[in-house]
């Protein structure tokens, strides 16, 4: 079945696209880990790894008390996370393939009783998945800050807070026909808690009684506030936010440089210094124009006249690509 039905559907609002959850819980107790090491691949594909089969084990939590070698399947966090491994490591099965290879494999992993129930917890996930694209429920905006907007402003141009508070819902009641109340738990809590926070976000930027800077400083503290895990996703904009802060802070170049050695190496401050110094030089001919065009303006020179000469000036120190750049620049009174 196709990777973006199975896998896509399962990406939480954040971040951008996704990524987001992928918990890998060890366990100490010594016989639980025989257990897991002595499970072997059972499926018929030949390309399915032995490893990708290991990750997509549960952690074994109790002993079998009736008797068998083998362990109980029990519910645990990071369960669709392992589902997911061992969809993707089955690329191209079908629906009924896919279950069909999982419910084998929990035959060999798990007591009987249980192993029906690891795999009709499979079934009912996969027969979610495809329901959700066949629904349109599946979030496919992931909330995060372009590295050019931190500069300036915080924005989610083109997203409706109550198109994605919809579509939680609709999703959420999704789940819900699929799962009990306890299974969504470990299915899907860390997800939903991501999305709520995406939420909160989206509802920051888009509160009209905020202005800029609040917002701005709501969202980055949020986003601040964050687990590390969580925040890796927008560790990009986190750092030019901080660069931002350090630019705003120091006027001249060296001592730019410095801070932001000392925050991210050198490397980076090379490539920001060279940066700001070639926004600098624009800047100043930006400024030499707009003097110029005051002068212009002053002068006895009839309309025309001073329309060419602001045409001369600028084809002689712009390229045809600056002299549209300037136009705007001006235009908006930059």
């Known amino acids: 079945m196709s990777r973006w039905v199975l896998i896509g559907g399962g990406a939480a609002l954040f971040f951008v696209v996704v990524i987001l959850i992928s918990k890998r819980h060890h366990i100490d107790d010594e016989?639980?880990?025989?257990?897991?090491?002595?499970?072997?691949?059972?499926?018929?594909?030949?390309?399915?790894?032995?490893?990708?089969?290991?990750?997509?084990?549960?952690?074994?939590?109790?002993?079998?008390?009736?008797g068998s070698d083998l362990p109980i399947f029990t519910l645990y966090f990071g369960i669709k996370d392992n589902f997911d491994r061992f969809i993707f490591a089955n690329e191209g099965a079908s629906d009924?393939?896919?279950?069909?290879?999982?419910?084998?494999?929990?035959?060999?992993?798990?007591?009987?009783?249980?192993?029906?129930?690891?795999?009709?917890?499979?079934?009912?996930?996969?027969?979610?998945k495809v329901a959700l694209a066949d629904t349109d429920a599946e979030i496919d905006k992931v909330l995060t800050v372009s590295s050019e907007s931190t500069m300036t402003d915080v924005t989610y141009a083109g997203i409706s807070l109550?198109?994605?508070?919809?579509?939680?819902?609709?999703?959420?009641?999704?789940?819900?026909?699929?799962?009990?109340?306890?299974?969504?738990?470990?299915?899907?809590?860390?997800?939903?808690?991501?999305?709520?926070?995406?939420?909160?976000?989206?509802?920051?930027?888009?509160?009209?009684?905020?202005?800029?800077?609040?917002?701005?400083?709501?969202?980055?503290?949020?986003?601040?506030a964050l687990n590390e895990q969580e925040k890796a996703a927008f560790q990009p904009t986190l750092n030019m936010e901080k660069i931002n802060q350090i630019k705003q802070k120091y006027a001249d170049f060296e001592s730019r440089y410095h801070a932001i050695a000392a925050e991210?190496?050198?490397?980076?401050?090379?490539?920001?210094?060279?940066?700001?110094?070639?926004?600098a030089r624009w800047q100043q001919r930006v400024d030499a124009y707009r003097d110029y065009q005051e002068y212009v303006s002053a002068s006895a020179m009839k309309a025309q006249a001073q329309q060419d000469a602001l045409t001369t000036y600028r084809q002689t120190h712009f390229s045809n690509t600056e002299q549209k750049r300037l136009r705007v620049l001006v235009d908006v009174n930059l």
């Open 31 to 66: 016989e639980a880990h025989k257990n897991r090491q002595a499970t072997t691949a059972v499926l018929t594909r030949k390309d399915l790894k032995a490893a990708e089969l290991k990750k997509a084990i549960q952690p074994v939590k109790r002993v079998n008390p009736h």
């Open 96 to 128: 009924s393939e896919v279950t069909a290879l999982f419910s084998m494999n929990a035959k060999s992993m798990y007591e009987a009783k249980s192993a029906m129930y690891a795999a009709d917890v499979f079934t009912r996930y996969v027969e979610y």
């Open 162 to 224: 109550s198109d994605v508070e919809q579509k939680l819902a609709t999703r959420d009641t999704l789940r819900l026909n699929y799962f009990s109340q306890q299974e969504y738990e470990y299915l899907f809590s860390a997800d939903a808690a991501i999305d709520a926070r995406a939420l909160a976000r989206l509802a920051i930027a888009q509160d009209r009684d905020l202005s800029r800077e609040q917002k701005r400083n709501e969202i980055f503290g949020q986003l601040n």
């Open 264 to 279: 991210f190496g050198h490397q980076v401050a090379e490539r920001f210094s060279a940066l700001w110094e070639t926004q």
